[in-house]
């Protein structure tokens, strides 16, 4: 890519960014006229930005009015963000603590989409560690917190899921592990997405008993024995409650 495609690509990007500051709490409905006007662009480019973002559920033209406001992947993003941001600030000192004490690698995920991804993590404090980077996408039915995530979806997700990711094994004993993650609070993966790595995790729920985050322990295979799975289940349970219940859960 050239430097002059590279600027056009940034101003392409920034001219996007100011078409959706366009709209407040006081304007959330806006013609293209009014677009146009408030950003200083011609019809003609606006034209072209409202039609990517429309394309991608970012903007949402109304068929009578024809006035844009803005769509529901804003909502999607902006609640993924606004959990993430929350959730790590109240998660933090709880997971640091639990790295501590198993000096094993803590994480934590959210649902994104149909994968899961790693929002916060405190790494092993020995030398030979399972790491996972932030922001990378992993699958959901493979692994103790996507088991863990997926659990409390609804059915109609789990099964699209599972058949895309995991076709091979039967759904019915899935969902019967599935049903024991969350009578229990646990799961385990030994091996399962990789070999040589292994996990423990639990859910978070945020005030209203919603499941929105799977916290866990994880590191190489020949440190998760049953007996030590045993020894840091407690802690690993312990840990998640704390979570939860200083973001308003009330068990």
Known sequence: MTSMEQDKGIRSLQR?????????MEERELSLTEI???IKLAKS???????????NS?????????KYKLGKQLYFIGNI????????????????????????????????KESRVCIQQFESLQSI??????????????????????AYQAEEFIEQVFKKENPKRDFQEFK???????????????????????????PIFDVNGQMIAALSLSGPTTRFKKVVIEQW?????????EISTNLGYQN
């Open 16 to 24: 996007a960014i100011d078409l959706l500051e366009c709209f407040t």
């Open 36 to 38: 146009s006007k408030k």
């Open 176 to 202: 019967q592990e599935l049903q024991e993650i969350i009578e229990t609070r646990f799961a385990q993966s030994i091996d399962e997405r990789e070999v040589g790595s292994s996990a423990i995790a639990t």
């Open 129 to 150: 560690r399972h790491i996972i980077k932030i922001g990378e996408k992993l699958p959901l039915t493979l692994g103790a917190t996507g088991k863990v995530i997926l």
């Open 233 to 241: 289940k407690d802690d690993l349970l312990q840990c998640g409650m």
């Open 45 to 55: 480019t606006v034209i072209r930005l409202l039609y990517t973002l429309e394309l």
């Open 81 to 112: 963000a606004g959990q993430s941001i929350e959730i790590r600030e109240v998660a933090k000192e709880s997971m640091r603590r639990l790295r501590d004490k198993t000096e094993e690698t803590v994480n934590l995920y959210v649902l994104d």
């Open 58 to 66: 970012f903007v949402e033209r109304d068929p009578v009015t024809f």
